[in-house]
């Protein structure tokens, strides 16, 4: 939970996929720019 309260503040996503009897895997995607970024004043 902490990880994705720090994903979603970042405005990313993280998830996991796994299949029976194997591993799983964490996704995590973060945006290159903030969504709070002042550096497109039209938006």
Not at 18 to 30: D, H, K, M, R, V
Request: no cysteine; charged share 20%; aromatic share 6%.
């Amino acid at each position: 939970m902490i990880a994705k309260s720090l994903v979603d503040a970042h405005g990313g996503r993280i998830w996991a996929e796994s299949q029976l009897g194997s591993a799983t895997t964490l996704f995590l995607l973060l945006p290159t720019k903030s969504p709070f970024s002042k550096s497109n004043p039209d938006k």
